[in-house]
């Protein structure tokens, strides 16, 4: 699986958009791009992937560069639940192993 | 509701001692993952099985050890010659691939485990 790099830590005002990047940029063409993000002591949550093509939800939205070599995770309207740490993950659509890198702790304040 | 149960959420060892962290899938899900996470770190990958009766080494498997009996069931052993073993502990599960749609891991939520 490729390996990700993403900034150690972001701030986003309440309420504005929080735009979380990742780059990817030894991404092989069939290892999706997923997002996930962590409440401190408790298991990620799952909130969005893709392969290619932008993807949105009522979480958020992913929004990949054409050569898939970055993408950035939008979250439109912050809240302060949303402080959390991100985590982005390039892996097979298969069942390999599962590598997470160190995450984004964003902090959304008021 | 389906979902992946670990157990006991919070578990105190002491030296020398082994413990087992239970992992239960009810999603029929074919591999299952431990990752340790420490304090204010990312989450490394200790063991990993995509099968029954098979499983890999992740990254950090010494001093742990798992068994796959059951496709249900991924146990982990920490054992006493894990030298620091105060971590949180999390069990994921995925399902067999979905060719262009991808998948999701599903996490459980967590155990956490203290040497004393």
């Known amino acids: 699986d490729a390996k990700t790099t993403q900034p150690p830590s972001m701030d986003c005002a309440e309420g504005r958009a929080a735009n979380l990047p990742c780059n990817h940029s030894?991404?092989?063409?069939?290892?999706?791009v997923y997002w996930y993000r962590q409440i401190h002591s408790q298991g990620p949550q799952y909130i969005i992937h893709?392969?290619?093509n932008n993807e949105t939800n009522e979480m958020a939205s992913l929004i990949i560069t054409e050569d898939r070599k970055s993408s950035t995770l939008i979250l439109p309207h912050a809240t302060l639940r949303d402080t959390a740490v991100y985590y982005c993950?390039?892996?097979?659509?298969?069942?390999?192993?599962?590598?997470f890198g160190a995450g984004t702790r964003l902090a959304v304040h008021p | 509701d389906g979902g992946i149960t670990q157990s006991p959420k919070y578990l105190f060892r002491k030296e020398g001692q082994n413990v087992t962290l239970s992992c239960e899938q009810n999603?029929?899900?074919?591999?299952m993952y431990w990752y340790r996470q420490d304090p204010g770190q990312g989450l490394r990958l200790i063991y990993y099985?995509?099968?029954?009766?098979?499983?890999q080494k992740g990254d950090i498997a010494e001093g742990y050890s798992v068994s796959r009996e059951k496709k249900e069931s991924f146990p982990l052993t920490v054992t006493s010659a894990q030298k620091n073993p105060t971590a949180f502990y999390l069990c994921?599960?995925?399902?067999?691939?979905?060719?262009?749609?991808?998948?999701?891991?599903?996490f459980g939520e967590g155990s956490w485990l203290t040497v004393v």
């Open positions: 993950i390039a892996r097979k659509g298969g069942y390999n192993k599962l590598i």
């Open positions: 030894t991404i092989s063409g069939n290892e999706y």
């Open positions: 893709g392969l290619k």
């Open positions: 999603l029929n899900h074919d591999a």
């Open positions: 099985s995509q099968i029954v009766n098979d499983f």
């Open positions: 994921a599960s995925i399902a067999r691939g979905q060719g262009v749609s991808g998948n999701t891991i599903y």
